[in-house]
């Protein structure tokens, strides 16, 4: 649908501030606001709040900790992602566009997936309630191959920062309705007086989400596809693996030499502590007795809001500090936070303790991911941007989530008072290894720059 297609509008500069906001009120960045929610949506639905759900539901821990391998997904989608940008749909990519095409096929996928979870009682049918999670995440994964690529080619590149901004403004808001919007809607679902787990109630709450993804569908139905992008001729399968594979890794591998494995160390463990420590979160409220209203404000409304927060503060910091010296602070500051959790498992059912903790925990998580994702994107080559991004943030969750599918079992061995403790000592290797990234960065810097290294303001 290449004839449909429409180019996004070019200028020099922004006259001034009001020419430079009025950005955010044209058709692109709305649509970008309404297109971040629809990728929100899915993750809590497949990870946090789904864990909730299941221990409610009775399941144990031990499974729950297994059953978070659902989001491994998430850290395998850079491996079809050239089947996303090149393979057109049969009918869809004729009538609707590249772009739009693969997008409608993901979030139709989300939807029944959602409305399968919705349907289903884990505690009779648990293995229909994994597929159905799974068919989420994978449609997820899918949709933000698309979306990002969507995003990219909508509009020049002065508008690329307010699209972003849009994309994560509606992708935040999506997490608070699917983390607090989802057990709220449970709990005024519930049947006074019957059982603790209501399949009613879930059953409501995630039909509820299943027609949130409304949102996003009706968005692409009336969204003009983007500038079609001519592509260069298809090749054989050993061209596609290393143009798409092979050549960004060797990339970053002769840039980099013997570093490089220094630094995909520091990038496959530095979320661990947080990674690892939160599949077991959900679990531990409804162990500690917290009710789903509990949960949704302070932890999903009020914490989303912390993250927030700690974002901007973590960004501000890179900028005063430098990007190594807020890296080792978000390390830190992760690591400390876990044993906050520690304590709080002392408390029992106490929400003031809670908020505390989750204040804590939340601000610091913003500010290691700021730092973070400023790190990642200093790393990566401009002719592999793309690429090299994915596969790194894809790097940065597969040992994490890993190790976390055990995290139910070692809690049934041990507790959850010495499971946060140890989560909290996942994080000593990420201090070291951010302190070598440092030396390495600081040594470039001071003689000459290999391109992608972040500079240094050591």
Not at 9 to 20: E, K, L, Q, S, Y
Not at 172 to 185: E, F, T
Request: overall charge positive.
């Amino acid at each position: 649908m290449s004839d449909n297609a429409t180019t996004p509008p070019t200028i020099g500069r922004f006259n001034g501030w009001v020419d430079a906001l009025r950005v955010y009120l044209e058709p692109a960045t709305a649509r970008m606001l309404l297109l971040g929610f629809s990728a929100g949506l899915p993750l809590l639905l497949v990870l946090g709040t789904l864990s909730f759900r299941l221990r409610e539901a009775g399941i144990d821990r031990t499974t729950i900790g297994y059953l978070s391998w659902v989001g491994l997904a998430y850290g395998f989608k850079w491996a079809w992602a050239p089947l996303v940008d090149r393979m057109p749909l049969p009918f869809l990519t004729r009538w609707f566009g590249r772009r739009r095409a693969w997008l409608l096929l993901s979030q139709v996928v989300i939807s029944g997936g959602l409305i399968g979870m919705a349907l289903t009682d884990p505690r009779l049918q648990l293995q229909t309630v994994v597929l159905c999670a799974l068919v989420v995440a994978f449609g997820s994964a899918t949709q933000d191959i698309a979306l990002d690529a969507f995003r990219i080619e909508s509009a020049d590149t002065q508008r690329q920062a307010a699209l972003a901004a849009a994309y994560q403004t509606g992708y935040r808001l999506a997490m608070i309705w699917a983390g607090a919007g989802v057990l709220w809607v449970a709990a005024r679902a519930e049947v006074a007086g019957a059982e603790v787990y209501q399949h009613g109630a879930w059953r409501a709450a995630y039909l509820v989400m299943a027609a949130s993804m409304a949102v996003g569908l009706l968005t692409v139905l009336l969204s003009p596809e983007p500038l079609h992008r001519i592509l260069p001729p298809a090749r054989n399968a050993a061209a596609w693996l290393r143009e798409a594979v092979v050549e960004p890794v060797a990339d970053f591998i002769r840039r980099y030499r013997w570093q490089a494995a220094l630094l995909l160390s520091l990038i496959a463990v530095y979320r661990i502590s947080d990674v690892v420590m939160g599949i077991m979160a959900n679990p531990f409220y409804v162990d500690m007795g917290y009710t789903k209203d509990e949960v949704a404000a302070v932890t999903k409304l009020y914490g989303v809001v912390m993250t927030l927060v700690g974002t901007f503060v973590g960004g501000v910091l890179a900028l005063r500090l430098g990007v190594m010296r807020v890296l080792m602070l978000g390390a830190l500051l992760s690591a400390v936070t876990n044993l906050m959790f520690a304590w709080l498992a002392t408390r029992g059912h106490n929400v003031q303790a809670l908020i505390f903790v989750i204040s804590a925990d939340n601000l610091a998580s913003g500010i290691a991911t700021a730092a973070f994702i400023a790190y990642l994107s200093g790393l990566t080559n401009v002719s592999y941007s793309a690429t090299q991004y994915a596969l790194f943030s894809s790097l940065m969750l597969l040992l994490p989530k890993w190790i976390a599918g055990f995290s139910g079992r070692f809690v049934d061995a041990y507790g959850y008072e010495t499971f946060f403790t140890a989560t909290a000592l996942l994080g000593a290797p990420v201090l070291l290894l951010v302190a070598l990234a440092a030396r390495v960065t600081a040594i470039a810097s001071s003689t000459r720059v290999a391109p992608g290294f972040p500079p240094s303001r050591e």
